[in-house]
């Protein structure tokens, strides 16, 4: 080789790739410290962050095994490459973003924050590349990165936000305006400081409207409190929430009293009452959650096998195999798929799946408005993240296209149903590109199984694509009534996420008796199908009867239905009103949705009444006149 590699500047990315991995500060990434005893770096991560190395630095080769520290697997590519071992090797947190990133304390620390809230390398974050469709950046993970980046600039808390930019060098310009630094300037970043000690919570920000005793901040700004005692911001949050539940807008988590039907006896904590509410914040949508059949099945097989088998499927044996097995067939069937896994819940359904397929060079393109679930297993699997704007169909496919020619792997992960607005995904154009840039597709089902489909088995039926969905997920918690999740697909894929998926591999399977009621909830369904046919009845009424009155539905096209109304408070303020008439449904602010999109939830089952649709639609009518909720009448 005529030109050997600079070992400082091998040093420099090595620092950040082992950085994005572990998400460690790289000041505490020193060249000799142990990657296992000292960085609590495992052999699964170590074996991430060697392939990433291998991968950035062009290695066709392996490296040589039994590399414990920074500076042994920086001489390792220093050999591989040509350069002499342990030259110039440069200390923690010297030599910043390469020279074609250039741009000042600002943006250097624009590019820490971000290397470590989305886990990229420092080549993989182009200052110039859009939040969303590029990095994968959304709102909350933006939130991260601008409060971490506004600490090593030494703004104060509250002074910083996004100020509307879109890129990297964009919110570098904004925070460096603040600081009284502008980005590109030669003035150095203060380093991260501990707040002061023992604070006491934050103060309420000012309030709006002119309302003093209004407290106008939301869940979202206690994500990000800084203190050197880890529970500060627990603190500051239950002082809020308290006051919140003083006004009764704040009533999340009371417990119910009875069973989950139209009608359901639910405890108010804050007044030590109980009271019966018409129920339409149920996810039991065929309601087979009281089936004389579920339950029976439930307790049945509880006696005979006891409440669980306490151990992980793939290690500890199936334990009551035959049923395990047999909900799995039966799930399949249903599905009119070749195999299914299932997984101990829906959620952890998303991390394992997506987690196992999609690695640190793969590309994983997810809707906007997806579950936490996705957005999780994305972070999980190190991808690279690119996210399109809610069912657009043209912005995903200029991700797609950007995406080709890099020979990689990429996965379309998407919501049939979206479970905060209820409209349903554009699977057919989904398949479509996928097809054309050799993509593949996974359906999150949650809210779409037991719901879309003339035999309620999801999304692909919806659309007539069965077969031509490379995954199909669910959970088993919504409308078979039980809980869990599963993914179904080709045979060889789901034998591969029963070796790889960690949520799966690494937890206890779910109990006999839910398996046996799950059974028994597949039976139902498919031997009533006129469960699904009054759903749909009751949905078009409840639909009809609120979109005549003037509410904001937006496009919902399942039993989810948005009572959008946007300004946080008044949403609260309206559930309470509701509430108030003897409905309970569900008020939707950050994180459930933006901040600005509030909302309240409404969810149609089939057991609920053409009276209780009649009753629902005039208390919401009544409850938004009382709070002020604009209407618009046709």
């Known amino acids: 080789m005529t030109d050997r590699p600079d070992t400082g500047a091998i040093h420099r990315q090595v620092l950040d790739i082992v950085a994005a991995r572990t998400l460690y500060d790289e000041t505490h990434l020193l060249p000799d410290s142990h990657f296992e005893g000292e960085l609590g770096i495992d052999s699964i991560v170590l074996e991430s962050i060697l392939s990433s190395v291998k991968e950035h630095f062009g290695i066709v080769g392996g490296l040589p095994p039994g590399l414990s520290t920074i500076r042994e697997l920086v001489d390792a590519v220093a050999h591989a490459l040509g350069a002499a071992p342990g030259a110039g090797a440069a200390a923690p947190g010297a030599a910043g973003a390469p020279a074609e990133e250039a741009g000042g304390p600002a943006l250097d620390a624009v590019l820490a924050a971000a290397m470590r809230q989305t886990q990229y390398q420092r080549h993989q974050l182009d200052p110039d590349a859009d939040f969303e469709g590029e990095l994968g950046i959304d709102s909350v993970v933006l939130a991260s990165v601008v409060a971490e980046a506004a600490q090593a600039l030494g703004i104060p808390d509250g002074r910083a936000d996004a100020g509307g930019a879109t890129t990297l060098r964009g919110l570098a310009a904004v925070l460096?305006?603040?600081?009284g630094t502008e980005a590109g300037t030669t003035a150095e970043p203060r380093p991260p400081e501990p707040a002061a000690a023992a604070p006491g919570p934050a103060a309420p920000a000012p309030a709006a409207g002119g309302d003093p005793g209004w407290d106008s901040r939301s869940m979202k700004d206690f994500v990000e409190q800084r203190d050197p005692d880890l529970f500060a911001k627990a603190r500051s949050f239950a002082v809020y929430r308290r006051r919140r539940e003083e006004e009764q807008l704040y009533w999340y988590g009371m417990p119910m009293h009875s069973r989950s039907e139209n009608r359901a006896l639910i405890h108010d904590e804050l007044t030590g009452q109980k009271r019966d509410f018409l129920m339409f914040?149920?996810?039991?949508?065929?309601?087979?959650?009281?089936?004389?059949?579920v339950i029976e099945a439930v307790c049945d097989v509880t006696r005979i096998y006891g409440s669980t088998h306490t151990g992980s499927r793939i290690i500890g044996g199936t334990n009551h195999h035959h049923l395990h097995k047999e909900l799995e067939r039966r799930l399949a069937a249903f599905k009119q798929r070749p195999a299914c896994i299932v997984y101990p819940g829906g959620y952890s359904a998303n991390l394992g799946a997506i987690s196992a397929l999609v690695r640190s060079y793969d590309t994983l393109l997810v809707d906007k408005l997806n579950h936490m679930s996705i957005v999780d297993g994305g972070r999980l699997s190190g991808g690279n993240r690119r996210i399109y704007q809610h069912n657009d169909m043209a912005d995903l496919e200029r991700l797609l296209q950007r995406e080709e020619g890099r020979g990689t792997g990429k996965l379309i992960v998407v919501d049939g149903v979206f479970s905060m607005h209820g409209d349903i995904c554009d699977l057919p154009e989904i398949v479509r590109l996928a097809q054309r840039y050799g993509a593949r597709v996974l359906v999150d089902d949650a809210h779409a199984t037991g719901v879309l489909g003339a035999?309620?088995?999801?999304?692909?039926?919806?659309?007539?694509?069965k077969g031509q969905v490379d995954l199909e997920l669910g959970t088993m918690s919504k409308t078979l009534a039980g809980m869990g999740g599963f993914v179904v697909g080709d045979e060889e894929v789901i034998d591969y996420l029963r070796f790889?998926?960690?949520?799966?591999?690494?937890?206890a399977n779910i109990p006999a008796g839910v398996a046996a009621g799950l059974i028994a909830s597949i039976d139902v369904i498919e031997s009533e199908p006129e469960r699904i046919e009054r759903l749909w009845a009751n949905i078009r009424m409840l639909r009809d009867l609120l979109r005549?009155?003037?509410?904001?539905?937006?496009?919902?096209?399942s039993a989810i239905l948005p009572i959008v109304v946007g300004d946080?408070?008044?949403?609260m303020e309206m559930g309470r009103a509701v509430r108030a008439r003897g409905l309970f449904c569900q008020t939707v602010v950050f994180p459930g949705v933006a901040v600005g999109d509030a909302r309240l939830r409404i969810s149609v089952t089939c057991e609920h009444t053409p009276e209780d649709l009649e009753t629902a639609a005039g208390i919401f009518t009544e409850a938004a006149r009382e709070t002020g909720v604009p209407l618009d009448p046709a």
């Open 176 to 179: 460096g305006a603040v600081a």
């Open 281 to 293: 914040a149920s996810n039991n949508y065929l309601g087979l959650a009281t089936h004389p059949k």
């Open 455 to 465: 035999r309620g088995t999801g999304t692909a039926e919806h659309f007539g694509l």
């Open 500 to 507: 790889y998926s960690n949520s799966y591999v690494f937890a």
């Open 548 to 557: 005549g009155a003037g509410f904001d539905l937006e496009h919902t096209e």
């Open 568 to 571: 946080e408070r008044l949403a």
